[in-house]
Structure formats: structure tokens, C-alpha cells
């Protein structure tokens, strides 16, 4: 069983062909973090995440889990990470049920039927479970959708945009479940465009700005203020 308490990206760069989508990115993460990836939209952030997720190999640079890189992991390492994408990978014509069981079943968990009952249960959709999914709200699909990240209890969790055409009650409900994830000691990083949301929920931000890295200062206003502030000082349209 592999496990990790810290995750370090080490001087790391990605190229697509002649265009740097990363350039020299370093950061550390430890468990019991969430922390806010924020930039404007190609900065980087998407990138970074599929990474992370070992989708991706990085041009030049490391990334380590613990003391071991990806290939080093091999594949007992996919089993810590939960990656929800703005593809929320559920199947419109199966029920919520259906979707959890059958990739509790991709995952070789045992008991696919309790593991979707308990998930369905936290997620608030016990009521609708045997209901398709093509008719469930955005929000509904989301939570579903987290979930379904979270079935194999992943260390660390990364979510590309988690709050996108949310209600006011749908994000809150979000919210909390990542206060639970940084309470069970998972590493959680947020991609997110929803600065007063997270503003107050995240322990640190960092922003990805023309590929590179920037720390945003946890002291001087809120974090949309830090946010345009480092923006403007790096020179880009204030979002």
C-alpha cells in the first residue's frame, strides 16, 4: 500500500510542441492542506493538474509523491489520487447508483453496493439514486460526480473548477466537504475561477500566471483583492 504525506513539484516545465504551458513551476503540498490554484483561463492551471494527476509527464523537472516519483509509484500511486475534470466522467444513462457502482467496480474496491450507498448517502442523493443521471441539476451532478472521486479514498484530490454553475446551497454543500477532506488529512488542491468562495476556505493560494508560479500573500485584504493585486503587478489584465 503506497501512501504520501507531502507531495513537492520540483522545478517543473511543460511544453506542447514550442509553446511552454509551464515554466519552472515549484511547490509543495502537504496532507491536511487545501490550497487555491487561481489564474486566468490558458495560465497554466488545467496542466498542472493533469501532472499531478500522472496523465501527463513533465518536460523538464520532478514531481514527487513522498520520496518517489510517478514511475517509481507505478500504478499503486493512481490509487491515492482522486482527479475530478471538468469532465465529470459520469454516465448520463445510468443511474447514480449505477455510475458509483460500476467504478467502485474499475477501482477493484470490495463491496460496490455498500461503497455507492454510503457515498450516495453523503452526497444528499439517496432519494434520487435509482433516477438517471441525464436528469439530475447541475449541482446534483457535481456532488454525484465528487463522489465518485473520492470512492477509493484518494490521499490527495485535485478539482479542476468544482464550483461552475453551482447554486448558492450546491456550493456550500461543497464547501463542507472539502472542510472534511482537510480535516481527514487528504491533500486537496482547488482550481478555481471562485475567489469569494474560497476566500475563507482555503489555507494558502497560489496563481499560475504565463505558466509560472506566484505565492499570493495570505495578509492584506481579501483574496479577490491579493488575487488582482499579484496580477496587476505581474503585468496581466486584472480579471
Known sequence: MFDFDRLTIDDVSRFYGRRRALSHVSLTLQTGQLVALL?????GKSTLLGLLATLVRPSVGSIRYGDKDAREA???????IGFLSHDLQLYSELSAR?????FA??????????RATRALDRAGLSPRADDVVDGYSRGMRQRLALERTLLHDPRMVLL???FTGLDEASARTLADRLRGL?????????ATHDLDIADG???RSVMLRNGRMIELDGVGGSLRERYRAALAQAGSPVA
Do not use: H, M, T
Not at 507505478?74 to 491515492?80: E, K, T, V
Not at 449505477?98 to 460500476?102: P, R, S
Not at 467496480?105 to 455498500?114: A, Q
Open 39 to 43: 489564474g486566468p483561463n490558458g495560465a
Open 74 to 80: 507505478a500504478s499503486a500511486l493512481r490509487g491515492q
Open 98 to 102: 449505477e455510475n458509483l457502482e460500476f
Open 105 to 114: 467496480g474499475l477501482y477493484g474496491l470490495d463491496d460496490p453496493p455498500g
Open 160 to 162: 479542476d473548477e468544482p
Open 182 to 190: 482537510k480535516a481527514q488529512g487528504r491533500i486537496v488542491l482547488l
Open 201 to 203: 476556505l482555503v489555507d
